[in-house]
């Protein structure tokens, strides 16, 4: 039983967390949705940082800060990560207009989206893996 | 009516320098039963179908969906490639773009692009190719028919339907 609970889990999150995601996991390739949440886990990571350097340097690069807003803002609609997607529009419209107070604040919104969404992978993660442990 | 390639896969060329949506991409295509080629950047799509260089590739591409925002080539500039080459000026190109920009779509459309998605891109957006790649093993039979009214346009119904190809 507690197998199928566990599986049972995983099935639903997936569901309340990637809706088009869910869609396109099926037998021939049952681990899709893990190998794009960890893509974007480990991606989005890396942007955040590069964000966070750039925004620390002076004088502050806009075009360079866009470019990685843009990539970020990408991935993250691409899993269906509403909340973040919308921080980052938010954020590249103070980019635009070189506002660099406004980068700085829009962007904690950023991070505060961002690691919600990760925690919420994190546990997602964890599941799969004891799901499959009990294969 | 028959079409010789019915039982082969449509062969999809995708482009997109970001590896999560390539990703996604390829599997949305794969979902609906195309067989898939996903490269990184336009230039590595240009050599694959052998534009780059001259030995003739013998390769069979019926479809290129691209992304517009990348580095170095665009998807615009790569359309605009596909549209002046000879050899690939027919094969439909579809382009995807994150930014909802109205002069960008129109230009995109303008520069000979079939469609253009917004990402991210759904299982219902790739269910709206099939008809461009349809529509291409169709084209003599369209053009006969088209063909045949202007010659007669006062032809009857019935005159008409007994040139329809089944």
Same mark, same amino acid.
């Given at each position: 039983?507690?197998r199928?609970r566990?599986?049972?889990?995983?099935?639903?999150?997936?569901?309340?967390l990637?809706? @088009?995601l869910?869609?396109?996991?099926?037998?021939?390739?049952?681990?899709?949705?893990? !190998?794009?949440?960890?893509?974007?886990?480990?991606?989005?990571?890396?942007?955040?940082?590069?964000?966070?350097?750039?925004?620390?340097?002076?004088?502050?690069?806009?075009?360079?800060?866009?470019?990685?807003?843009?990539?970020?803002?990408?991935?993250?609609?691409?899993?269906?990560?509403? /909340?973040?997607?919308?921080?980052?529009?938010a954020?590249r !419209?103070?980019?635009?207009? !070189?506002?660099?107070?406004?980068?700085?604040?829009?962007?904690q @919104?950023? /991070? @505060?989206?961002?690691?919600?969404? /990760?925690?919420?992978?994190?546990?997602?993660?964890?599941?799969?893996?004891?799901?499959?442990?009990?294969? | 009516?028959?079409?010789?390639?019915?039982?082969? $896969?449509?062969?999809?060329?995708?482009?997109?320098?970001?590896?999560?949506?390539? $990703?996604?991409?390829?599997?949305?295509?794969?979902?609906?039963?195309?067989?898939?080629?996903?490269?990184?950047?336009?230039? $590595?799509?240009?050599?694959?179908?052998g534009? %780059? %260089?001259?030995?003739h590739?013998?390769?069979?591409? %019926?479809?290129?969906i691209?992304?517009?925002?990348?580095?170095?080539?665009?998807g615009?500039?790569?359309?605009?490639?596909?549209?002046?080459?000879?050899?690939?000026?027919?094969?439909?190109?579809?382009?995807?773009?994150?930014?909802?920009?109205?002069?960008?779509?129109?230009?995109?459309?303008?520069?000979?692009?079939?469609?253009f998605?917004?990402?991210?891109?759904?299982?219902?957006?790739?269910?709206?190719?099939?008809?461009?790649?349809?529509?291409?093993?169709?084209?003599?039979?369209?053009?006969?028919?088209?063909?045949d009214?202007?010659?007669?346009?006062?032809?009857?119904?019935?005159?008409y %339907?007994?040139?329809?190809?089944?």
């Open positions: 039983m507690d199928n566990l599986h049972n889990q995983v099935a639903s999150m997936r569901r309340s990637f809706d @088009q869910e869609e396109l996991q099926d037998d021939t390739n049952p681990n899709f949705v893990q !190998e794009v949440v960890t893509l974007f886990y480990n991606d989005s990571t890396r942007l955040i940082q590069n964000i966070e350097q750039a925004l620390n340097s002076r004088p502050i690069d806009f075009c360079k800060l866009d470019d990685y807003m843009h990539q970020f803002k990408g991935s993250s609609s691409s899993i269906g990560a509403k /909340k973040v997607t919308n921080e980052c529009t954020f !419209e103070y980019c635009n207009a !070189e506002n660099a107070e406004g980068c700085i604040r829009s962007f @919104q950023v /991070k @505060q989206e961002h690691a919600i969404l /990760k925690r919420k992978l994190e546990v997602y993660l964890q599941t799969v893996r004891q799901a499959s442990q009990t294969a | 009516m028959v079409m010789a390639a019915s039982e082969t $896969k449509f062969h999809v060329l995708a482009v997109d320098d970001t590896l999560i949506d390539r $990703k996604l991409i390829e599997k949305l295509l794969k979902t609906s039963s195309y067989q898939v080629t996903a490269v990184d950047s336009g230039t $590595k799509a240009l050599e694959f179908l534009l %780059n %260089n001259n030995d590739q013998d390769v069979k591409v %019926n479809l290129i691209t992304d517009y925002c990348m580095p170095g080539m665009t615009y500039d790569l359309l605009r490639k596909i549209k002046e080459s000879s050899s690939f000026k027919d094969i439909p190109v579809v382009i995807m773009s994150s930014d909802n920009i109205p002069s960008r779509i129109n230009r995109c459309l303008e520069g000979g692009a079939e469609e998605f917004l990402k991210p891109v759904q299982l219902s957006d790739v269910n709206k190719l099939r008809p461009h790649l349809m529509k291409r093993t169709q084209t003599n039979v369209n053009k006969r028919k088209a063909m009214e202007i010659v007669s346009p006062d032809r009857t119904r019935a005159r %339907n007994e040139l329809e190809v089944n």
